[in-house]
């Protein structure tokens, strides 16, 4: 064995036959000379005695009926002995020069992927048909065009590493197989090396593929679909990105000007934007990984291309409640048509939702309205402090996850609108649960004094999320029995004390002297309804559950105590809550379904990715409204429209993922 080479037992040749019974004993009987005993010719249903011929040879035959030639070159490699580290390819017809192996052995210890090069050497250039070398040229330029790497031939004597093999996955069963090879060496890194050899006239019969016209045309014809095959593939994952990226951002240009519902026929164009936004939104989810760059071009862009959109109509009543508190006045105990505050009317006083309503947000949203009008009066300042509270919640996840979990949340069609271009307050509320729960995961992995600060941390944070929106209540309860169960009484009521914090605090800075009564007009809610689903088909078969918004308050208290006792982590104690609330809530509006998403991220659930795009729904509210349609209430088959994705996508995945536990 020359110094250099790989030892010939653990070499396995493989050789495709097809009518090659004049030829093979040859092949077979050269190869045997230098050294290669573990031969195996693959008889591809032959009506001539090739099998029988190799057989008394000296090899080993397997048959194949199914034609083709990267069948029988996958069937060959099938169920080798383990010892087997190379895999030698070579062709029945004797037109290989097997003399000049030693030159391809000579390579292994350097090389996994080693080809005999015919058009290196003049022998082989003149052996080759015109049809073969105008083949092998063109397509080894279009490999160098599409995978920036130079081969020189598609030649049928090579020389490849087991390992590397099984990593390649090869696909192809027809004439493509050898391309294929060439391609995916490229793509999976492989260490490559072409070694010119000589080439001969086959020693009988006519060629499959190069002896016919048929032949050739076919063999064009496959090689060429093949590399289009491959190159798409390949190139997949940019295209996926690239749609993804595109239809995001014109989407986002399509939406834009029609954020004004009160322009009728506004809405099916926003929808037709929203959709758009949508269709990339799903395209991303077939990505395999996400550069940190494109990440922020992508959540950046979209927001900043939205941020002038006509906002929904809550952001009138965050100015003007911003705005008298800096007069020194209570949104508490005025509302917005008060006769006492008619002389401090704006020009946009009449675009006030519900302007016979007080004040109905916790105390920590209204000081931080009545700081942003003391800045600013306008609605792009607003908006500016809810995006810079969404980017932040980007940046937390794509540092606690990655950017391709963090862009389900930054690229989400369903949180870009109703931050940057609805102008909801929503956003800070998602940043106090996000930061709450990335510290309390933190703290779980930690022990002593540092976990009790991060758990502090978390608390208050939450205590935050509460003085800005009550519904974090739940969530607070579950780190407080928490607490309560592992480190007592005491260390509990420190955290009660200290999420309680924010609300009083904030209070205490409320403008007027107002008593906790005065937080919270319950009139609003008692009975409004728009796109809720259980307590719509219970309204069906019990009339009298239509005013009676309080009863479901029962069910979620027991529903939220049963899950509060057995949910293991917080970001599945946080999906299973805000989908019961929002499946029992009688009032449900879109930018709700936003309070969930950045655990998504953590626990990728379809129900929730695909409410994301469904539940642009809720905006057929708004386009029926302007068009005379009275009742603000989504129609039945909008509201399964709505719901239905997040129920079965919900269920689908809890399933998939008891099945993955089970296994």
Not at 121 to 128: A, K, S, W
Request: aromatic share 12%; net charge positive.
């Amino acid at each position: 064995m020359v110094q250099g080479e790989c030892d010939l037992s653990g070499i396995q040749v493989i050789i495709p036959a097809l009518n090659e019974e004049e030829s093979i004993v040859h092949v077979i009987a050269e190869l045997r000379n230098l050294g290669l005993t573990r031969i195996r010719v693959v008889d591809n249903g032959s009506s001539d005695a090739t099998a029988s011929a190799s057989t008394q040879a000296g090899a080993e035959v397997i048959t194949e009926l199914r034609r083709g030639y990267g069948q029988a070159c996958w069937t060959g490699y099938q169920h080798l002995p383990s010892e087997v580290e190379w895999i030698l390819f070579c062709d029945a017809d004797g037109s290989d020069s097997l003399s000049q192996l030693p030159s391809l052995l000579r390579e292994t210890n350097s090389y996994d992927f080693i080809l005999g090069d015919r058009r290196a050497t003049p022998e082989g250039r003149q052996v080759m048909s015109p049809v073969q070398n105008f083949g092998n040229a063109l397509a080894t330029t279009l490999i160098r065009w599409g995978w920036n790497k130079s081969y020189h031939d598609l030649g049928p004597m090579r020389l490849i590493k087991r390992q590397a093999l099984e990593q390649i996955q090869m696909i192809d069963r027809g004439f493509g197989w050898t391309v294929e090879m060439q391609v995916r060496a490229i793509e999976e890194k492989l260490r490559i090396r072409e070694v010119p050899v000589s080439y001969h006239p086959r020693k009988a019969g006519l060629s499959k593929i190069s002896g016919t016209i048929k032949g050739s045309i076919q063999a064009g014809t496959i090689i060429l679909s093949t590399l289009f095959t491959l190159f798409v593939k390949s190139k997949r994952e940019l295209l996926v990105k690239s749609a993804a990226l595109f239809l995001l951002i014109a989407g986002c240009f399509i939406m834009l000007p029609h954020g004004d519902f009160r322009i009728q026929g506004s809405v099916p164009p926003f929808l037709l934007g929203a959709g758009i936004m949508s269709l990339g939104f799903i395209m991303s989810w077939r990505m395999k990984s996400l550069s940190l760059t494109l990440f922020w071009v992508v959540a950046v862009g979209t927001r900043c291309v939205l941020l002038p959109m006509y906002p929904g109509d809550d952001i009138w009543r965050y100015l003007w409640e911003g705005f008298i508190q800096t007069k020194g006045l209570s949104p508490y105990l005025l509302a917005p048509d008060s006769l006492t505050l008619e002389t401090l009317r704006t020009s946009w006083w009449n675009r006030i939702n519900h302007a016979d309503v007080a004040a109905i947000y916790p105390p920590l949203t209204q000081l931080g309205f009545r700081l942003l009008a003391g800045i600013s009066l306008s609605v792009l300042s607003f908006k500016l402090a809810f995006v810079a509270a969404d980017l932040i919640v980007c940046y937390l996840l794509v540092k606690k996850l990655d950017p391709l979990r963090a862009s389900l949340y930054a690229w989400n069609p369903l949180i870009i609108y109703c931050f940057s271009g609805g102008g909801h307050y929503d956003a800070w509320l998602v940043l106090c649960l996000t930061s709450a729960w990335l510290l309390w995961d933190r703290s779980e992995k930690l022990s002593g004094k540092d976990q009790n600060y991060y758990q502090i941390f978390a608390t208050m944070l939450l205590g935050c999320g509460f003085a800005l929106k009550y519904i974090t209540i739940p969530l607070l309860a579950w780190i407080l029995w928490r607490i309560l169960t592992r480190k007592g009484w005491c260390l509990m009521a420190l955290h009660l004390a200290l999420a309680t914090l924010p609300f009083l605090t904030s209070f205490y800075f409320s403008v007027g002297s107002i008593s906790l009564n005065d937080l919270v007009q319950m009139d609003f809610s008692l009975v409004a309804r728009s796109a809720d689903f259980i307590p719509y088909y219970l309204g069906l078969v019990w009339m009298e559950s239509l005013k009676l918004n309080w009863i479901f308050s029962l069910p979620l208290a027991a529903l939220l105590f049963w899950r509060m006792l057995v949910a293991k982590y917080y970001e599945r104690f946080a999906e299973e809550f805000f989908l019961i609330l929002l499946l029992l809530s009688p009032v449900v509006h879109i930018w709700y379904f936003a309070w969930v998403i950045p655990f998504v991220c953590k626990t990728k659930n379809l129900g929730w990715k695909l409410i994301s795009v469904s539940g642009f729904t809720y905006f057929m509210l708004q386009h029926r409204y302007m068009n005379g349609g009275g009742s603000w209430e989504l129609k039945e088959a909008e509201r399964l429209i709505l719901w239905l994705p997040l129920l079965l996508g919900f269920l689908w995945t809890r399933r998939q993922e008891a099945h993955h536990a089970k296994s």
